[in-house]
């Protein structure tokens, strides 16, 4: 497969954008909740911070949470700098499905080893470890020699978020580094899945079908973490994963099969969206057990939505379904078109690109 060679800026692209508003918006709630351009510690404590005893006391949700908080505004704009500069130049080339997996495992496994590496106390924000994923697969793209760029592209990036460190005395090194080695060795990975596909699977997955694959398998992995899977499958432990991974095998080979029949985009897209509301309605009423509207988070926006939420949690979570189901209707209208049309031309495409493919 030729190389890609990107200029110095790449126009971001949707998974881009779907990552800075979160984070712009989850930033920009605390600074209002504060009321200024910075967060207290306290406040990035409430809401997600990663701190030295999280994992001990299994709050794992903090490993995702932390990278979408920043202190002040200054560090949420070098941070969605970076993510703008690097994330446009690899979303376009390994598509919004790999990109969003690599920027969180990048997130979760930077934190990981940032945590590991500190000996004291701590409280860490922010996307940084996760921008730093992003260079590192870039750089792997290079070394695979699917990158058409100079060193310099590397020297002068790399340089520039050395140089940016260090001009803040408070940054965390050990998210940056297990941040960049995280990108760097998932990237890598998934080249090698890519490779392994090619034996395995007949069809190559339109990218809107890879996201939606890729957000239920991070509901599958959360509700795995739950008490309830493990009530409900009997399997503590690794056993569980291994049934998670085995029906997640599965469901991806009945997708692959139904992308080869004719009009099975259009079948696939349909079952995406049912499959997206039934996830929905299942965390509702999740959450709707084990909710209290008299719980105080300190967020009226939130207080009142438990108010509501909490006493209709069935109602809700049913609208929130609905919702769900049209949104993933309206944003995958054009595979849904090419699939109605289909007369048999579809299947024969995707399964020429899969031939075509060899690695990311």
Known sequence: MPSFRPGFFEVPHAAVYALMT???????????????????????????????????RHEYW?????????????????????????????????????????????????????NGIHSTPYLTVGASGATSGILGALLCLWILGKLD?????????????????????????GVHLGGFAAGLIACAVLDIIEKANSWALRCKFPEAVKVNLTLLACVAALWAWSGQAQAIAAAPGWGLVIIIV?????????????????????????????????????????????????????????????VIFCP?????????????????????AKEISRGIEDVGFVGTSLRAERSRRHGL
């Not at 995702?64 to 200054?74: D, E, Q, T």
């Open 149 to 173: 760029v100079g060193f310099d592209f590397f020297a002068i990036n790399i340089g520039l978020n050395i140089a940016f460190a260090l001009g803040n005395s408070r940054i965390d090194w």
């Open 246 to 306: 085995v029906a997640c095998c599965a469901v991806v080979k009945m997708v692959d099969l139904a992308l080869s029949m004719k009009k099975g985009l259009a079948i696939v897209v349909t079952v995406s969206a049912a499959a997206n509301a039934v996830a929905v309605m299942l965390s509702g009423w999740a959450l709707g057990s084990s909710c209290s509207p008299r719980w105080p988070t300190g967020s009226i926006p939130l207080d009142n939505f438990l």
């Open 22 to 56: 979160v984070t712009v918006l989850a930033s920009g709630f605390c600074f209002i909740q504060a009321g200024g351009p910075a967060a207290p510690a306290e406040l990035l404590y409430r809401y997600g911070g990663m701190y030295s005893g999280a994992i001990a």
């Open 62 to 114: 903090r490993l995702l949470a932390y990278g979408f908080l920043h202190v002040n505004f200054v560090h949420l704009t070098m941070n969605m700098l970076c993510l703008v500069l690097w994330g446009g130049h690899l979303e376009r080339r390994i598509g919004p499905a790999y990109f969003l997996i690599i920027y969180l495992c990048a997130m979760v496994f930077g934190a990981i080893i940032g």
């Open 312 to 332: 209709n949690p069935v109602l809700i979570s049913g609208l929130a379904a609905i919702g769900v189901a049209a949104l993933t209707l309206w944003l995958c």
